[in-house]
């Protein structure tokens, strides 16, 4: 299940600098999920992860199978999505609100979070290429560039 993979099971397999990020304090984020201009749930974890596993391997998954799991890096936790016709649900610890979205609009959404994030990281390492270097981004935009390549929604 690729969605179901941890942040450090994703690391090891792509040989990736996971201890560039432990120090990166500004890599930390959230997701905000709103429905009707309204805040439905914050997903909260470092942004290397949420995107990669919750914008691009969650939403592939979610293409073609009932059930998707996002770990969280920061805390031992997840988030359940599952599918069920033109809706997805999702569920989770105290933190996650249980609600349903649009499955459209919600992949969607997310994949296009994802996108704006590698579009500011290639910002970043071209306007500072020192800083860029030293928390690995360019292998970081590698990564999430080649995950989201053969994306559905693409």
């Given at each position: 299940?690729?969605?179901?993979?941890?942040?450090?099971?994703?690391?090891?397999?792509?040989?990736?600098?996971?201890?560039?990020?432990?120090?990166?304090?500004?890599?930390?984020?959230?997701?905000?999920?709103?429905?009707?201009?309204?805040?439905?749930?914050?997903?909260?974890?470092?942004?290397?992860?949420?995107?990669?596993?919750?914008?691009?391997?969650?939403?592939?998954?979610?293409?073609?199978?009932?059930?998707?799991?996002?770990?969280?890096?920061?805390?031992?936790?997840?988030v359940h999505f599952s599918r069920q016709g033109d809706e997805i649900s999702i569920t989770g610890s105290e933190e996650i609100h249980p609600a349903s979205y649009n499955a459209k609009e919600l992949t969607t959404g997310l994949y296009n979070c994802g996108r704006r994030f590698i579009d500011m990281m290639h910002h970043f390492c071209a306007t500072d290429s020192e800083n860029a270097a030293a928390y690995a981004l360019p292998s970081l935009i590698d990564l999430l560039e080649t995950t989201a390549a053969d994306h559905p929604n693409r």
């Open positions: 299940m690729l969605g179901g993979k941890t942040w450090e099971e994703t690391s090891q397999e792509a040989a990736f600098p996971i201890h560039a990020f432990g120090s990166a304090g500004g890599l930390e984020g959230s997701i905000l999920i709103h429905v009707n201009n309204t805040l439905s749930n914050e997903l909260q974890d470092i942004l290397p992860a949420l995107i990669k596993n919750l914008c691009f391997e969650v939403t592939r998954e979610l293409q073609t199978e009932d059930h998707a799991i996002y770990h969280f890096y920061s805390y031992p936790d997840q």
